[in-house]
C-alpha cells in the first residue's frame, strides 16, 4: 500500500509544474546563483498575498545583482505568439531595472538581441474559452518583478547603498510553444525553445523571456555571457572614472 501510495504522489507531481520548478532550482544553484522558492509577494491588485515560483539572485561583480523573476508554468496545451523580427525597441523598457547611475547597459543584455522571436499577440488553441496560462503566468511575473523591484529600493535606500538590481521575468514552459509568421501570406508555425514575449502591464512595456524546459541550462549560458560583457563595461566606465 506504501508503494502504490508512493507511486500516486509521483504520478500527481508530474503533472504538476513542480518538477520543473526542482529542475530549475537544481540548474540555477549549480550556476552559482541564490535561489529563493515560493517566495512572497503583495498582489497589488487583490491585496493578497502570494508566492512566485523561483526568484534567483546573483552578483555582477560589486556592480549590480541580477534578479530573476520565475514562474513555471505546466501546460498539456500548447502556447502560440504572433510577432516578427523587426521589432522596434524604442517603446520597450528592457531590462526592468533600477538606476544604472550614469551607465546605460541595454545594448550588452540578452534582450537587446533582434534575432530573437518577440511575440506580441499570445494565443492558446483548445482552451475552450477557460483562462489563458500565458496571460496568468506573464501577469504574475510582471507583478512580482514590480513588487521585488520596489522593496530592493527601499532596502538599498535604508542600507544607504546604491547598487543598481537588473530585473529579468522569466516564464519557464514545461510544454511546448510556437512561433506565428505571416510569409507570402501565409501563417506558418515553428516550435521554439527560446523567444521573448512583449507584455505591457500599467502603461509600461516589458520584455518577458520564455524558454521551455529543455532550455534552462543553455539559458544560464546566455546569461553567464552577459555577466561577462557587464563586467567588462563596468571595468571600462570605472576605469574612465
Known amino acids: 500500500m506504501g508503494n502504490s501510495e508512493v507511486e500516486n504522489i509521483l504520478q500527481d507531481i508530474e503533472k504538476s509544474g ?4 526542482i529542475e530549475a532550482t537544481t540548474l540555477l544553484q549549480s550556476y552559482g546563483w541564490t535561489v529563493l522558492n515560493q517566495s512572497a509577494y503583495l498582489d497589488e491588485d487583490t491585496g493578497k498575498l502570494r508566492h512566485v515560483d523561483l526568484v534567483a539572485c546573483k552578483y555582477v561583480k560589486n556592480y549590480a ?42 545594448e550588452q543584455t540578452h534582450q537587446a538581441n ?14 475552450n474559452g477557460q483562462s489563458v496560462d500565458i496571460l ?15 522593496k530592493k529600493e527601499k532596502w538599498e535606500q535604508d542600507l544607504e547603498r546604491n547598487l543598481p538590481h537588473i530585473f529579468y521575468p522569466l516564464i519557464i514552459v514545461d510544454g511546448h510553444f510556437y512561433s506565428l509568421s505571416l510569409i507570402a501570406g501565409e501563417i506558418l508555425a515553428k516550435m ?28 544560464c549560458d546566455i546569461l553567464e555571457s552577459e555577466i561577462k560583457q557587464i563586467e567588462i563595461l563596468c571595468d571600462k566606465y570605472r576605469q574612465k572614472g
Open 18 to 21: 513542480l518538477p520543473c520548478e
Open 65 to 106: 545583482i541580477i534578479n530573476l523573476v520565475i514562474e513555471c508554468s505546466k501546460s498539456e496545451k500548447p502556447w502560440v505568439f504572433y510577432g516578427d523580427l523587426n521589432h522596434d525597441d524604442s517603446i520597450v523598457v528592457y531590462p526592468s531595472y533600477f538606476p544604472m547611475q550614469a551607465l546605460s547597459i541595454a
Open 114 to 127: 533582434k534575432e530573437i522571436f518577440r511575440g506580441i499577440i499570445p494565443y492558446q488553441p483548445f482552451k
Open 136 to 150: 496568468d503566468a506573464a501577469m504574475k511575473a510582471i507583478k512580482v518583478l514590480e513588487y521585488r523591484a520596489t
Open 192 to 219: 521554439e525553445e527560446y523567444m521573448t514575449y512583449q507584455f505591457e502591464y500599467k502603461t509600461r512595456y516589458h520584455l518577458i523571456d520564455v524558454i521551455n524546459r529543455q532550455y534552462i541550462g543553455r539559458f
